[in-house]
C-alpha cells in the first residue's frame, strides 16, 4: 500500500469535498461544448504573448495523485485564471457553483505554486458571457502557504475515501483474478464464447460473438472480462442492453458470481432512466421545489457511504439505490449518476455510452477510465444507433407553439415556419429525399434557436413544455446538421394540412460509433443473430482488427423439427388468403400435439386478422394476443400465460417484446408459427436507405431487408429451444423461404424439413 497511488482530478476531487447546498437544475441554457471550447480560445487570444494556455499541473498528498490543466496563467501579472463560459445574468448563478469554482482554482493555484515555487498568486475566476462576448473578473490574492493549506483539507477530506477506494480495488482485483466460474460446469458452447472474451480483453481487442441462444451468454461474457478486469488494469465494466429483460438477466448473473465467492467485494449498479427514478414527476428538480433536492449536497455524502456499505450486501439496483435514497432524503437518480464513480459493474442501456452525450462515455473520458464494454443482444445496435444520431422535426408541434409563444419570440417562429414551408410548397410526392441540407431553414431555426436562449436567460421561469421540447428538438437538429455527411440523409414528408415533417436520418452510425469503441478497452457486442457479422462490423464501425467467433451450437438437429411451408405466400397483397391455410395449419399442429405455441406475425393487423378467424374457426383452442403498446404487468400476464402445465396458442408480432430476449424453456413453449420473412416495409424510406447502403456497402437490398428481416426470424425462432432437454417445432410459413439466400441465413445445426 505504501506505493500504492490514487490518481485524482482537480475536477473530481473538487466535487468530492466542494459541493454544498441545494441540487439545482432549473433550466437554463448553459453554451454548448463547442461553444465553451470557443469562449475558452476566445479569452486566451484576448490575453498577451507571453500567456500560458492549458497548463498540465500535478501534485502529490500521500497516496493520492492531483492532477489536472488550469485553463491559463499570465506569468506577467502573476495570475492563474479558471474560465467558465455561461449566459445571461451573472448574479443569477446559485452562489454553490461559485464556491465550487473557487475550490478548483485554489487546487490549481497550490499546484502551481509548488511547481514553479511561487510565494503568492493573484487567482481569477474568468466568467465569459458568451452572447455578450464579455468578461466578468473575481480576483483574490493568496500566498503559497494559504494555498497549500487548502490543498491538504480538501486532500484531507477525500483520504479517507480514497484509502478506502485502494483498499477495495486491491481486494476486488484479488478475488477477481482467482475468480471461478460460478457454476460447476460451463454449458456446451459457453466455455468457447468465454475463452473469445477473455483473449479479446487481454488482446484490447473488440469482439463479435454470435452464440444460440439458451446457453448462457450473459453469464458467458460477464464472468471472462470481470476475470481478466485485474490484469487489464480495467476500472469499470460496462454491461449494456436495449430492454429491461436484458439488464435483469445481467444482475442476476452477477448476483450468481457473487454468491460464489462471498469474499468478492463488487460493486454492482443499475442505471434506470430519470422518468422511472424520479420520485417527484410534478416538481422542478431544485430546492424550492423539491425536498429531495434541498440540501442534496450536504447530505450527500451520508448517503453515498450508505449506498457503498448497501453495495458490500447487493447490488445498488434500482429499487436497492431507491431504499439509501430514501433514507438520507436524496434523489434516487441523481444519487445513481453520483455511484457511477465508485461502482466496479454498471448495468443500464445502450444510450449511456454510445449515445452523442452518453454520460458513462463522458465519465469514462473524463476521469481517464480503462473499460470493457459488453452490448447485449447486439444485432439490436444497429437501429438504436440510427436513432440515436437522426433528428426530427414536426411542423404540426410549430404550428401549436407559435399560438402560445410570448409575443417577443412570434416574429422568429414565423421566420421559421416561412422556411419550413419552402421547403415542399413545389413538392408533388409525400415523400422526398433532398440532396443538400436546406441552408436558409437552418439559418432561421439557428436564429430562433439563439432568440429562445436570450428569451429563457431574461425569464428563467416562464419555461413552457412546449416551448422546451421544441428547444430541445431544434438544438439536437442544428447539431446534426453540423455533423451531416454521407452516413445520413435529408428528407422532408408531407402531412397533409399538417405541413412536414424534416428529418435528418442516420444511415450507417459506423463515423459516430468508432470513437466511442476506440475509448474502451475491449468491447464485445454479442448476441444469437450477428451474421453476416460484416454486416454488423462495417456499419457499425468496429476497429479493422475486430475478432469474430460463431460458437457452434449446443443443440441437436433431432430437438427441433424446422418445417418450410411454401404453399402459402405472406407478401400484403396476398394476405387475405394466406389466412384460411395458417388457421388450418395451427389447428392441426395443436390437435397433433397439443402445448404452448407461439404465433407471429408481421404487423398488428395482420395477427389480428389470423386470431379472429382462428378464434372463429377453432373455439375450443385458447389463445391469446400481443396488444399495442402493452405496459410492463400487461406483457407480464401476456408471458405469465406460458406454464408447464397449460395449453393454448399466444399471437405476436415479429421484431416485438416477445420475439426475443424471453426465455419459456420446457414445456411452457414448445412450438412457433412464423408467418412471414419480416422484412422491412418496402416504402419510400427504406429505398432511400437502400440506395445509401448500396453506395456505401454494395449489396444493399440484402443490408436494408434481409439481414434485419432474417434475424427476427431466427430471434423468434430461437424461443423454442432453450436447454438440451428441449423438444419443438417451428413452421416457417411463406414460399420465400424456399430460395437458396433466405435459407443460408437460417442457423447451420436446423434440420429443414420441407
Given at each position: 500500500?505504501?506505493?500504492?497511488?490514487?490518481?485524482?482530478?482537480?475536477?473530481?476531487?473538487?466535487?468530492?469535498?466542494?459541493k454544498q447546498g441545494d441540487l439545482d437544475l432549473r433550466f437554463t441554457?448553459?453554451?454548448?461544448?463547442?461553444?465553451?471550447?470557443?469562449?475558452?480560445?476566445?479569452?486566451?487570444?484576448?490575453?498577451?504573448?507571453?500567456?500560458?494556455?492549458?497548463?498540465?499541473?500535478?501534485?502529490?498528498?500521500?497516496?493520492?495523485?492531483?492532477?489536472?490543466?488550469?485553463?491559463?496563467?499570465?506569468?506577467?501579472?502573476?495570475?492563474?485564471?479558471?474560465?467558465?463560459?455561461?449566459?445571461?445574468?451573472?448574479?443569477?448563478?446559485?452562489?454553490?457553483?461559485?464556491?465550487?469554482?473557487?475550490?478548483?482554482?485554489?487546487?490549481?493555484?497550490?499546484?502551481?505554486?509548488?511547481?514553479?515555487?511561487?510565494?503568492?498568486?493573484?487567482?481569477?475566476?474568468?466568467?465569459?458571457?458568451?452572447?455578450?462576448?464579455?468578461?466578468?473578473?473575481?480576483?483574490?490574492?493568496?500566498?503559497?502557504?494559504?494555498?497549500?493549506?487548502?490543498?491538504?483539507?480538501?486532500?484531507?477530506?477525500?483520504?479517507?475515501?480514497?484509502?478506502?477506494?485502494?483498499?477495495?480495488?486491491?481486494?476486488?482485483?484479488?478475488?477477481?483474478?482467482?475468480?471461478?466460474?460460478?457454476?460447476?460446469?460451463?454449458?456446451?458452447?459457453?466455455?468457447?464464447?468465454?475463452?473469445?472474451?477473455?483473449?479479446?480483453?487481454?488482446?484490447?481487442?473488440?469482439?463479435?460473438?454470435?452464440?444460440?441462444?439458451?446457453?448462457?451468454?450473459?453469464?458467458?461474457?460477464?464472468?471472462?472480462?470481470?476475470?481478466?478486469?485485474?490484469?487489464?488494469?480495467?476500472?469499470?465494466?460496462?454491461?449494456?442492453?436495449?430492454?429491461?429483460?436484458?439488464?435483469?438477466?445481467?444482475?442476476?448473473?452477477?448476483?450468481?458470481?457473487?454468491?460464489?465467492?462471498?469474499?468478492?467485494?463488487?460493486?454492482?449498479?443499475?442505471?434506470?432512466?430519470?422518468?422511472?427514478?424520479?420520485?417527484?414527476?410534478?416538481?422542478?428538480?431544485?430546492?424550492?421545489?423539491?425536498?429531495?433536492?434541498?440540501?442534496?449536497?450536504?447530505?450527500?455524502?451520508?448517503?453515498?457511504?450508505?449506498?457503498?456499505?448497501?453495495?458490500?450486501?447487493?447490488?445498488?439496483?434500482?429499487?436497492?439505490?431507491?431504499?439509501?435514497?430514501?433514507?438520507?432524503?436524496?434523489?434516487?437518480?441523481?444519487?445513481?449518476?453520483?455511484?457511477?464513480?465508485?461502482?466496479?459493474?454498471?448495468?443500464?442501456?445502450?444510450?449511456?455510452?454510445?449515445?452523442?452525450?452518453?454520460?458513462?462515455?463522458?465519465?469514462?473520458?473524463?476521469?481517464?477510465?480503462?473499460?470493457?464494454?459488453?452490448?447485449?443482444?447486439a444485432h439490436n445496435m444497429i437501429e438504436r444507433a440510427r436513432k440515436?444520431?437522426?433528428?426530427?422535426?414536426?411542423?404540426?408541434?410549430?404550428k401549436v407553439l407559435r399560438q402560445t409563444a410570448p409575443t417577443s419570440?412570434?416574429?422568429?417562429?414565423?421566420?421559421?415556419?416561412?422556411?419550413?414551408?419552402?421547403?415542399?410548397?413545389?413538392?408533388?410526392?409525400?415523400?422526398?429525399?433532398?440532396?443538400?441540407?436546406?441552408?436558409?431553414?437552418?439559418?432561421?431555426?439557428?436564429?430562433?434557436?439563439?432568440?429562445?436562449?436570450?428569451?429563457?436567460?431574461?425569464?428563467?421561469?416562464?419555461?413552457?413544455?412546449?416551448?422546451?421540447?421544441?428547444?430541445?428538438?431544434?438544438?439536437?437538429?442544428?447539431?446534426?446538421?453540423?455533423?451531416?455527411?454521407?452516413?445520413?440523409?435529408?428528407?422532408?414528408?408531407?402531412?397533409?394540412?399538417?405541413?412536414?415533417?424534416?428529418?435528418?436520418?442516420?444511415?450507417?452510425?459506423?463515423?459516430?460509433?468508432?470513437?466511442?469503441?476506440?475509448?474502451?478497452?475491449?468491447?464485445?457486442?454479442?448476441?444469437?443473430?450477428?451474421?453476416?457479422?460484416?454486416?454488423?462490423?462495417?456499419?457499425?464501425?468496429?476497429?479493422?482488427?475486430?475478432?469474430?467467433?460463431?460458437?457452434?451450437?449446443?443443440?441437436?438437429?433431432?430437438?427441433?423439427?424446422?418445417?418450410?411451408?411454401?404453399?402459402?405466400?405472406?407478401?400484403?397483397?396476398?394476405?387475405?388468403?394466406?389466412?384460411?391455410?395458417?388457421?388450418?395449419?395451427?389447428?392441426?399442429?395443436?390437435?397433433?400435439?397439443?402445448?404452448?405455441?407461439?404465433?407471429?406475425?408481421?404487423?398488428?393487423?395482420?395477427?389480428?386478422?389470423?386470431?379472429?378467424?382462428?378464434?372463429?374457426?377453432?373455439?375450443?383452442?385458447?389463445?391469446?394476443?400481443?396488444?399495442?403498446?402493452?405496459?410492463?404487468?400487461?406483457?407480464?400476464?401476456?408471458?405469465?400465460?406460458?406454464?408447464?402445465?397449460?395449453?393454448?396458442?399466444?399471437?405476436?408480432?415479429?421484431?416485438?417484446?416477445?420475439?426475443?430476449?424471453?426465455?419459456?424453456?420446457?414445456?411452457?413453449?414448445?412450438?412457433?408459427?412464423?408467418?412471414?420473412?419480416?422484412?422491412?416495409?418496402?416504402?419510400?424510406?427504406?429505398?432511400?436507405?437502400?440506395?445509401?447502403?448500396?453506395?456505401?456497402?454494395?449489396?444493399?437490398?440484402?443490408?436494408?431487408?434481409?439481414?434485419?428481416?432474417?434475424?427476427?426470424?431466427?430471434?423468434?425462432?430461437?424461443?423454442?429451444?432453450?436447454?438440451?432437454?428441449?423438444?419443438?417445432?417451428?413452421?416457417?410459413?411463406?414460399?420465400?423461404?424456399?430460395?437458396?439466400?433466405?435459407?443460408?441465413?437460417?442457423?447451420?445445426?436446423?434440420?429443414?424439413?420441407?
Amino acid at each position: 500500500m505504501s506505493e500504492a497511488r490514487y490518481v485524482v482530478a482537480v475536477r473530481a476531487l473538487c466535487d468530492f469535498t466542494a459541493k454544498q447546498g441545494d441540487l439545482d437544475l432549473r433550466f437554463t441554457p448553459g453554451p454548448s461544448a463547442q461553444e465553451g471550447i470557443a469562449g475558452h480560445i476566445e479569452v486566451a487570444t484576448r490575453r498577451g504573448a507571453g500567456y500560458e494556455a492549458e497548463v498540465s499541473l500535478s501534485g502529490s498528498f500521500g497516496p493520492l495523485l492531483v492532477r489536472g490543466r488550469a485553463d491559463g496563467y499570465d506569468p506577467v501579472l502573476n495570475r492563474l485564471e479558471e474560465i467558465k463560459t455561461f449566459r445571461g445574468d451573472l448574479g443569477r448563478m446559485p452562489d454553490n457553483h461559485r464556491h465550487l469554482h473557487w475550490a478548483q482554482i485554489r487546487i490549481y493555484g497550490h499546484l502551481l505554486c509548488q511547481s514553479r515555487n511561487l510565494s503568492e498568486l493573484q487567482l481569477a475566476l474568468v466568467y465569459y458571457d458568451i452572447g455578450k462576448q464579455k468578461e466578468t473578473l473575481l480576483t483574490e490574492y493568496a500566498t503559497a502557504g494559504l494555498l497549500q493549506q487548502f490543498f491538504q483539507q480538501q486532500c484531507g477530506r477525500f483520504l479517507a475515501w480514497a484509502e478506502q477506494e485502494m483498499a477495495h480495488r486491491l481486494t476486488r482485483d484479488e478475488q477477481l483474478a482467482a475468480l471461478r466460474f460460478p457454476h460447476a460446469d460451463f454449458r456446451p458452447g459457453q466455455r468457447a464464447l468465454a475463452e473469445a472474451v477473455y483473449k479479446g480483453a487481454s488482446s484490447g481487442r473488440c469482439l463479435l460473438a454470435q452464440a444460440p441462444t439458451g446457453i448462457g451468454k450473459t453469464i458467458g461474457t460477464l464472468f471472462p472480462l470481470l476475470k481478466a478486469s485485474p490484469a487489464q488494469r480495467l476500472d469499470k465494466l460496462f454491461f449494456l442492453s436495449a430492454k429491461t429483460s436484458g439488464r435483469a438477466l445481467a444482475l442476476d448473473a452477477l448476483t450468481q458470481i457473487r454468491r460464489s465467492e462471498p469474499a468478492l467485494p463488487l460493486r454492482v449498479l443499475e442505471l434506470v432512466a430519470r422518468d422511472k427514478a424520479c420520485e417527484h414527476p410534478d416538481k422542478a428538480c431544485h430546492g424550492e421545489s423539491c425536498p429531495l433536492a434541498q440540501g442534496f449536497y450536504d447530505r450527500l455524502p451520508q448517503a453515498r457511504a450508505a449506498a457503498v456499505d448497501a453495495a458490500a450486501r447487493g447490488a445498488m439496483d434500482r429499487e436497492g439505490l431507491r431504499a439509501v435514497a430514501a433514507a438520507y432524503r436524496v434523489c434516487p437518480y441523481y444519487l445513481s449518476q453520483e455511484m457511477a464513480h465508485w461502482a466496479d459493474v454498471i448495468v443500464g442501456d445502450y444510450n449511456y455510452y454510445f449515445d452523442l452525450g452518453g454520460m458513462l462515455h463522458g465519465m469514462s473520458a473524463a476521469n481517464q477510465w480503462r473499460v470493457g464494454v459488453l452490448v447485449d443482444e447486439a444485432h439490436n445496435m444497429i437501429e438504436r444507433a440510427r436513432k440515436m444520431y437522426s433528428a426530427e422535426m414536426v411542423q404540426s408541434q410549430l404550428k401549436v407553439l407559435r399560438q402560445t409563444a410570448p409575443t417577443s419570440l412570434k416574429r422568429t417562429l414565423d421566420r421559421v415556419n416561412r422556411q419550413w414551408n419552402a421547403l415542399y410548397k413545389e413538392q408533388r410526392e409525400e415523400y422526398l429525399r433532398h440532396a443538400d441540407l436546406p441552408d436558409a431553414f437552418l439559418g432561421a431555426l439557428q436564429q430562433a434557436v439563439a432568440d429562445i436562449t436570450d428569451y429563457m436567460v431574461e425569464h428563467p421561469a416562464a419555461m413552457d413544455s412546449q416551448l422546451q421540447g421544441f428547444y430541445f428538438d431544434a438544438l439536437h437538429f442544428t447539431r446534426m446538421a453540423e455533423l451531416f455527411d454521407k452516413h445520413s440523409l435529408f428528407d422532408v414528408t408531407v402531412q397533409g394540412g399538417y405541413g412536414a415533417t424534416l428529418c435528418i436520418r442516420n444511415i450507417v452510425p459506423a463515423p459516430f460509433l468508432a470513437p466511442r469503441f476506440a475509448a474502451a478497452h475491449s468491447t464485445v457486442l454479442f448476441s444469437a443473430t450477428l451474421s453476416p457479422w460484416h454486416f454488423y462490423s462495417d456499419t457499425l464501425g468496429m476497429p479493422a482488427d475486430t475478432a469474430w467467433v460463431d460458437v457452434p451450437s449446443p443443440f441437436a438437429a433431432e430437438q427441433l423439427s424446422v418445417r418450410l411451408v411454401t404453399g402459402i405466400s405472406t407478401r400484403f397483397q396476398q394476405r387475405d388468403n394466406s389466412l384460411s391455410p395458417i388457421v388450418d395449419l395451427i389447428a392441426q399442429q395443436y390437435r397433433l400435439q397439443a402445448g404452448n405455441y407461439l404465433a407471429f406475425f408481421s404487423s398488428y393487423d395482420y395477427l389480428q386478422k389470423v386470431a379472429g378467424l382462428f378464434a372463429e374457426r377453432y373455439p375450443e383452442i385458447p389463445l391469446w394476443q400481443q396488444a399495442r403498446r402493452m405496459d410492463e404487468h400487461e406483457r407480464e400476464a401476456f408471458l405469465a400465460r406460458f406454464t408447464e402445465s397449460s395449453q393454448g396458442v399466444g399471437f405476436a408480432v415479429l421484431g416485438g417484446a416477445f420475439a426475443e430476449g424471453i426465455d419459456l424453456p420446457g414445456a411452457r413453449l414448445i412450438g412457433a408459427f412464423i408467418a412471414t420473412l419480416g422484412l422491412p416495409q418496402i416504402n419510400p424510406v427504406n429505398e432511400q436507405i437502400m440506395r445509401q447502403m448500396e453506395q456505401t456497402f454494395g449489396n444493399g437490398y440484402d443490408c436494408t431487408y434481409l439481414f434485419p428481416g432474417m434475424q427476427k426470424v431466427v430471434q423468434a425462432a430461437g424461443r423454442v429451444i432453450r436447454t438440451r432437454e428441449d423438444r419443438g417445432v417451428v413452421y416457417l410459413i411463406d414460399d420465400r423461404f424456399a430460395r437458396r439466400e433466405v435459407r443460408q441465413l437460417l442457423p447451420q445445426w436446423w434440420r429443414i424439413d420441407t
